[in-house]
Nanobody
């Protein structure tokens, strides 16, 4: 059964960095777009960005542009979210998702979802 598992979350100070990983298993995800979402307590889920299949073009929400970057290693069936210059407002549970034909901001349009990893940024 295909699964996505996020890791790498934790507690970091303002201005610090973290790299999240999303490892796929049960099938190859190289033909999927991979996206990252996040959800802070009491807030709606927010699209962070995505990387497409093929050439691996990346797209980012304005709130993270210039600070976050998404990459993928198809040989490892893994996608990464490098987060730099972290702010307290980046505190959230971060989720990855895989879309066979979609890489936009609608969570429901994706085909597979991970369980999330907590990121906490202290001020």
């Amino acid at each position: 059964q295909a699964q996505l598992v996020e890791s790498g979350g934790g507690l970091v100070q303002t201005g610090g960095s973290l790299r999240l990983s999303c490892a796929g298993s049960g099938r190859a995800f190289d033909s999927f777009a991979m996206a990252w979402f996040r959800q802070a307590p009491g807030k709606e889920r927010e699209y962070v960005g995505a990387i497409t299949w093929g050439r691996g073009r990346t797209y980012y929400a304005d709130s993270v542009k210039g600070r976050f970057s998404i990459s993928r290693d198809n040989a490892k069936n893994t996608v990464y979210l490098q987060m730099n210059s972290l702010k307290p407002e980046d505190t959230a549970v971060y989720y990855c998702a895989a879309g066979l034909t979609y890489f936009g901001s609608n969570w429901d349009e994706y085909n597979f979802w991970g369980q999330g990893t907590q990121v906490t940024v202290s001020s």
